[in-house]
């Protein structure tokens, strides 16, 4: 008799197979949680495998040679993403991310996308389809990702000296390489683009400042996000997070800038304006300024398990229910009733001192559901 073999990988997070209502009831488009927050944005985790090795996010001494990634038939195909995106789109979403690990890895990404492209949300309308990356294939990507019909690119830089950068991605890549991926992205015509600046004290802050100059006047929106508690792996601390208020005042000591209005509600990133005319940038403090009374972000993990908050311990094994047999109506009902059940709100609870402890060695990792 043949041996089963349990891949590691799928033990690693826990999920529980969602129940399915006795009734199915059809999406509205409309759905609100227990919180009353609308589902209005997916991130879509296609690959756990990266490039880099960035120490706040996949460092080294855990993500070695002998780590086990997902194997390839534990991730979900092309067809199974896009069956969900177009349950989800039903259910009013209608912003889908894709990230991992690092997206450009996962083969053939950009026919994914032109499947994404044509599915409609709960208002008939095409969905805005974004991707996160770390810049390092861009170059060779971007092309082909904006024929596809990807909107817009998010790329991650947190250094512009070329040690620093070396040294934070901890594979020893150029940044030349990444400036070089960003001007092919703007040339493709995949804007406006943003640049993602994770900042930690001691590590890059310093090189705020000469980010802002960088992108200053290009119409790339460069936004600093607060180094966070994600997963269980990096060996966070809080006096490694530079508050978004102090890099603020730090960047007022060189140029005047003003808060602008949110685009949408939920959006993640405060926005600021240089009065000269110079552009935006974005402030993204998800820990000194919790942000989930808004939160209206879903989370798809490379293998299909659902997560309702970036500091989630469980998961929900939708792959189960796509190669169980069931069908779209059982899906979607399945996806309402989840969301309606969510009361997730971490980073608010940590701000206030009632962030749960037990369960942070269990947290997910970022480079498996996204940021
Ligand atoms: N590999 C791609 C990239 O780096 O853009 C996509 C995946 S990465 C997990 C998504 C985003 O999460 C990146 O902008 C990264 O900088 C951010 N990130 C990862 N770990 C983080 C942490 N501990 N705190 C804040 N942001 C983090
Ligand atoms: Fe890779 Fe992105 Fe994580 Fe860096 S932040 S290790 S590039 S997934
Ligand atoms: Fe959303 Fe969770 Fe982050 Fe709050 S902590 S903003 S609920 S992902």
């Known amino acids: 008799m043949g041996e089963t073999i349990i891949p590691l990988a799928d033990l690693r997070y826990h999920a529980a197979v969602p129940a399915i209502p006795a009734r199915l009831e ?14 209005r944005d ?20 855990v993500f070695d040679r002998d780590y086990q990634f997902l194997p390839q038939k534990s991730l979900l195909d092309f067809e199974e993403i896009t069956r969900l995106a177009r349950l989800f789109g039903a259910h009013g979403v209608h912003k889908l991310r894709l990230t991992g690990g690092e997206p450009l890895l996962r083969k053939g990404i950009e026919h994914l996308v032109a499947m994404l492209a044509e599915v409609r949300g709960a208002d008939g309308q095409p969905l805005d389809i974004t991707l996160t990356t770390n810049g390092s294939l861009l170059a060779r990507k971007a092309h082909a990702l904006k024929a596809a019909g990807l909107s817009r690119v998010t790329v ?19 940044v030349a390489d990444v400036l070089a991926g960003i001007e092919a992205a703007q040339a493709a015509g995949l804007a406006p683009l943003k640049v993602n600046m994770v900042v930690q004290r001691g590590v890059n ?17 460069l936004r600093f996000i607060e180094y966070m508690d994600v997963g269980a792996t990096n060996g966070w601390r809080m006096d490694q997070v530079l508050p978004s208020a102090e890099l603020l005042r730090r960047l007022q000591a060189h140029w ?24 935006e940038i974005g402030l993204i403090s998800s820990v000194t300024q919790a942000f989930c009374r808004d939160c209206n972000r879903a989370r798809l993990s490379t293998e299909g398990k659902l ?65």
């Open 26 to 39: 059809a999406p509205t488009g409309t759905l609100r949680d227990r919180l009353r927050r609308p589902l």
């Open 42 to 61: 997916l991130r879509i985790s296609v690959t756990d495998r990266c490039n880099f090795r960035c120490s706040y996010c996949m460092p080294k001494a």
């Open 156 to 174: 991650s830089l947190d250094a512009l000296d070329d040690g620093i950068f070396r040294t934070m991605n901890d594979v020893d890549f150029p």
């Open 205 to 221: 802050d310093h090189e705020a400042v000469t980010m802002a100059r960088r992108f200053r006047g290009t119409g790339i929106v």
């Open 256 to 279: 005047a800038l003003e808060p602008l209005q949110p685009n949408a509600n939920g959006e993640t990133a405060e926005r600021w304006r240089y009065r000269d005319g110079g552009g």
């Open 307 to 371: 997560f309702m908050c970036l500091f989630a311990t469980q998961g929900h094994d939708l792959r189960a229910l796509l190669r169980g047999g069931r069908s779209d109506d059982e899906i979607s009902a399945a996806l309402g009733a989840l969301w309606a059940q969510r009361d997730d709100r971490y980073s608010e609870l940590r701000s206030s001192g009632r962030a749960p402890h037990d369960g942070a060695e269990r947290r997910v990792e970022m480079h498996y559901i996204g940021g």
